[in-house]
């Protein structure tokens, strides 16, 4: 037997490096020359007996057998039993017939078994993983789905959490500025309204002011306006006065006479009595003058009955040749206060006459009337 040497780091490495040269094919015999005397210092007496067929497993099995620690943790017992009916199938008839099992490798003699013990573990091991490579496989395969499934399991939990916390911290917020904008508006709302009551309450108190400005200055015009008024009033009556004084001092047949002696397209035609009862036995005698380039025209008449003014009155119809005969022009009406007197009559028409062919006169209701229907035609005068 030899005793087990240490191996420093470096040739620890270098014994690595021939053995798994030698599990991969034969050596060089400078290298496995090399592995030899590091097995020797490492206490194997068995020179070569890696190199040989079936040396690297029963190098791989003596080194790691080498190299446990003298109290190692025991196998399990089903594996150990397997193990071993490995090994003595390996062996050969004569150990399996014998049914004798391996020795125990105890302390410092368990090198002189590592050739045998090495080779039939490493044999074992062998046989073992390769009627189970597809078992162990599927399992590693279940293995590393279960530790993915459960990373991946852990990472969307973790990713949830996260989105969750983040989802909350996003609803706060949301919370904070929905608060914040509600306060906001609020204010805003009630500063906006106070603004507008001040701007009504003054608009209102100027609107006020200036109505009862407006007030006062209408009642101011209003006064002088009516005092204006009375004032022109009164200026107008004298007007009028001294005018029908005027007119009164001007006698309408000495204005027929100027007319005949002026005009030159004077038109003269006489009266005549119609049937009417209220003429059929007067004696009426007079004319009608009438100037179309002066518009002015007399009437003159003596016999014609006197009429009641307060009841009726006579009124002139002048028609027109470039009018509707059935609408004769107003031309004014006249009372008669003694029909013995010759009457002289200014004619105030209505409207321009241009063709003056007829002149006509009516009894109608005091103060005239703009149609006539003729029940009282008293005087024609026609051209």
Known sequence: MVAVNALDPRQEQRLDELLSDAACGPLEPAQQAELDGLLEALGDDTPGAYGGPGGPERAAAALTLALLPARAEPLPAHLAAKISSAGLAALGPKAAGNGSALPPVRGPRRATWIAVVGWAAAAGLAF???????????????????????????????????????????RDQAREA???????????????????????????????????????????QLAELRASFAAREDELLVEIEALNELLGDVDPAALRERLLGEAPDLVRVDWSTTEDPLVATAVVRGDVVWSPSRQEGYMTFQGLPANRADEQQYQLWIFDG??????????????????????????????DIRDATAFAVTLERAGGVVVSDREHLLLLAAR
């Open 322 to 351: 470039t009018r509707d005969a059935a609408r004769p022009v107003d031309g004014g009406v006249f009372d008669v206060a003694d029909p013995s007197r010759p009457v002289v009559v200014p004619i105030d028409a209505k409207l």
């Open 128 to 170: 073992v993983l390769w009627t189970q490579r597809e078992e162990l496989t599927d399992l590693r395969l279940e293995r590393d789905g279960r530790v993915a499934a459960e990373a991946g399991r852990d990472e969307a939990l973790r990713r949830s959490e996260n989105l969750a916390a983040d989802l909350a911290l996003l």
């Open 178 to 220: 929905e608060a914040l904008l509600r306060n906001e508006l609020a204010r805003l709302e009630a500063v906006h309204r106070s603004d507008l009551d001040r701007a009504a309450q003054d608009a209102a108190e100027r609107l006020a002011a200036r109505e009862s400005e407006l007030a006062a200055a209408f009642d101011v």
